[in-house]
């Protein structure tokens, strides 16, 4: 109500002046109105910049992670720790859950205890024939030995003993977070039952659907700007990892493969509109798309000079909805504006010409 109250009052200060033509800057009003107004209207302004215009192809997809595990038991026995919980950030290969080692430590020593039996076998089917010859066994005839000995079947035991002792700590295969843990302490675990599930939120990726007439405007390594609900003022950047070889029969649309970084504000799971590169115009003098409006039919923009808020009359080129490249003027061959100049995005669609304005932030404009 009292951004409504300022406005009119602002409105009934100050006259309508229009710009002279030809030079594309407004000429300042020449009315007592406008020059002696003294009330300031609240406004929001960002700056020219030049530099890349990127044009874009719209669409929407599902942020999946490029990595997500449900985690299954290889082992049996009662837990006797569980070292996270639902939400803890975890490394590769750090211990999440420990079964109880105790029967796998014997099963360790009663391997290697065999494998040991195997050798005094080997030495007893060996050194008679060694005293007897002079020489020690070699070759194949050593091989043969050790085969009726036992000994690599031991030696397989072992091995095998020590991998079942290494499962019963159940480690994170990669970085990320955890989702869910399924077990407690004291529980006892059963051979495949389900512990837990991990999911990297750092490294992430959406399949988005592209119409078949823009397919061919989008490329391999384009950027991405892909944009959640749940923070609409944090876009992501991404880039285009690749364009997916079938096109559906009934949407007409194919896919493009995009990855990027969460940046803490996206999740697996949310749906999120992307904004796809599809041309790059490098080198144009860009004003936001909302400081574009219209006078008397012809585009103009406010620019903030000395506390007040100028209208300059533009020639809008291409746009990709959220910028706009500004053209030179048709006679001078210049453009009207230049990098850094302050133009209005808010506040400035009931502005008159040379009205004096309060430039603020836009969270400021927000309270109450």
């Known amino acids: 109500m009292r951004r409504s109250v300022v406005t009119l009052l602002l409105i009934a200060a100050a006259c309508k002046a229009k710009p002279e033509e030809g030079n594309g800057a407004a000429a300042a009003d ?28 719209t669409t929407t997809g599902q942020v999946r992670s490029e990595a997500m595990a449900t985690l299954k038991s290889e082992t049996q026995g009662p837990i006797v720790a569980v070292l996270v919980r639902p939400g803890d950030r975890v490394r590769k290969d750090q211990p999440l859950v420990q079964v109880d080692p105790k029967p796998l430590d014997l099963a360790v020593q009663e ?61 994170a295969p990669f970085d990320g977070v955890m989702d869910e843990v399924k077990v407690s302490v004291g529980e006892r675990l059963a051979a495949s039952q389900e512990v837990g599930r991990i999911v990297d939120i750092d490294h992430l990726r959406i399949e988005a659907a592209v119409l078949e007439h823009d397919l061919p405007l989008i490329r391999l390594g ?33 896919r493009a493969l995009i990855r990027m970084s969460g940046g803490g504000v996206l999740r697996p ?63 001078t061959g210049q453009v009207p504006v230049k990098p850094g100049d302050l133009v209005l995005v808010e506040g400035h669609l009931t502005l008159t010409h040379d009205a004096p304005v309060q430039v603020i932030q836009r969270a400021e404009r927000e309270k109450p």
Do not use: C, H
Not at 38 to 43: K, R
Not at 288 to 310: H, N, S, W, Y
């Open 30 to 57: 020449t009315t007592a109105g406008a020059g002696t107004s003294t009330l300031t209207l609240p406004v929001v302004a960002q700056e020219v910049r030049q530099g890349d215009l990127i044009l874009s192809v």
């Open 111 to 171: 391997a290697a205890a065999k494998l040991e039996e195997a050798r005094l076998r080997l030495l007893d089917n060996t050194v008679p024939d060694s005293i007897v010859t002079g020489k020690a066994l070699t070759g194949e005839r050593l091989r043969n030995a050790e085969i009726r000995a036992g000994l690599e079947a031991a030696r397989v035991a072992l091995e095998r003993a020590r991998l079942e002792r290494a499962k019963a700590t159940i480690t």
């Open 222 to 254: 384009g950027q991405a700007v892909v944009t959640a609900a749940a923070a609409p003022d944090q876009p992501v950047t991404g880039r285009i990892a690749a364009i997916l070889p079938i096109v559906d029969t009934t949407t007409r649309a194919g």
């Open 269 to 331: 799971g949310m749906y999120a509109d992307v904004r796809l590169e599809a041309t790059r115009l490098p080198g144009r003098i860009i004003v936001p798309a909302a400081a574009v409006i219209e006078r008397d039919g012809r585009p103009l923009v406010f620019v903030v000079k000395d506390g007040r808020a100028q209208w300059v009359y533009i020639f809008p080129g291409r746009s990709n909805g959220a910028e706009t490249e500004v053209l030179p003027d048709s006679a």
